[in-house]
């Protein structure tokens, strides 16, 4: 696994985790908030896929979003799983 230099302000879990109504087929959506490049980003989900996680990992920049309604239910339902 790589290791990335990036400045990590906030990540949340959203989705089915964050509400508590996940299967035990639901991937694991994570939402980070900082300044993260479009390539770190990719390279950050390659590096998930590839781990021995048991689950698969949805990963995004909230940068980079422009769906205001999954912006929405990131802050609404969002569980902040880490805060600089």
Do not use: W
Request: proline share 1%; aromatic share 6%; with cysteine.
């Amino acid at each position: 696994m790589e290791y990335f230099s990036i400045q990590l302000g906030t990540a949340r879990l959203y989705g089915s985790r964050a509400k508590g109504n996940f299967t035990s087929r639901s991937d694991i959506d994570l939402a980070l908030l900082g300044e993260i490049d479009r390539h770190t980003l990719s390279a950050i989900a390659l590096d998930l896929d590839e781990s021995d996680l048991p689950h698969a990992v949805d990963v995004l920049c909230l940068a980079h979003l422009r769906n205001r309604a999954l912006i929405d239910h990131i802050e609404r339902v969002g569980v902040k799983i880490y805060t600089q």
